[in-house]
């Protein structure tokens, strides 16, 4: 059975800098490329960031360009968020999402961030 | 960068009744349209890949239709699980995803 275990999150100050993780099992997680998503309270989905099964080709949403870093360590089957100079407008629940050649087929249940002073 | 757009914002529907839930590409996709299911509180589900693929373990009475730019989910017959909020997302030009801003099904 597929399964993402997200944690990390939490209350943060603006400016502030936080790290996700979320550990895959049930698959080969060297095999797949992984993404962040995520969604505001009450509003909708939101890719975050891609990287693909090596670690070799990452991608970013523009809104987080230059303040967030994704990576992976594939003999831990794990992914990692690093997130710095957080705003209010990051605070969500993040998810990890596995996929598949673009698809994201499997989600994991998500990790609450809030920005706030 | 894609835009999806879905409609209605919101379907109000009985049990037992068929829904029909739109979604359109600002750009041909092809058949890279997946559907979503995400009720309160949980991670969104999987249910349609490439437009018409039902994913693994999702009932019958959900099916998908469209290519190009214009997308149909449908839900034969509701059952009260089913109410819920529906996202599309495309495949077909990334990066980035892009996730449409959803329909919720409430019961009427």
């Known amino acids: 059975e597929v399964q993402l275990v997200e944690s990390g999150g939490g209350l943060v100050q603006p400016g502030g800098s936080l790290r996700l993780s979320c550990v895959a099992s049930?698959?080969?997680?060297?095999?797949?490329?992984m993404n962040w998503v995520r969604q505001a309270p009450g509003k909708g989905l939101e890719w975050v960031s891609y990287i693909g099964s090596s670690g070799s080709a990452i991608f970013y949403a523009d809104s987080v360009k230059g303040r967030f870093t994704i990576s992976r360590d594939n003999a831990k089957s794990s992914l990692y968020l690093q997130m710095n100079s957080l705003r209010a407008e990051d605070t969500a629940i993040y998810y990890c999402a596995r996929g598949n050649d673009g698809l994201p087929d499997y989600w994991g249940q998500g990790t609450l961030v809030t920005v706030s002073s | 960068e894609i835009v999806l757009t879905q409609s209605p914002a919101t379907l109000s529907l009985s049990p037992g009744e068929r829904a029909t839930l739109s979604c359109r590409a600002s750009?041909?996709?092809?058949?890279?349209l997946a559907w979503f299911q995400q009720k309160p509180g949980q991670a969104p589900r999987l249910l349609i890949y490439?437009?018409?693929n039902r994913a693994t373990g999702i009932p019958a009475r959900f099916s998908g239709s469209g290519s190009g730019t214009d997308f149909t989910l449908t839900i034969s017959s509701l059952e009260p699980e089913d109410f819920a909020v529906y996202y599309c997302?495309?495949?077909?030009?990334?990066?980035?995803?892009?996730f449409g801003q959803g329909t919720k099904v409430e019961i009427k």
């Open positions: 049930g698959f080969t997680f060297s095999t797949y490329e």
């Open positions: 750009q041909s996709i092809s058949s890279y």
């Open positions: 490439d437009a018409s």
């Open positions: 997302q495309q495949r077909g030009n990334w990066p980035p995803w892009t």
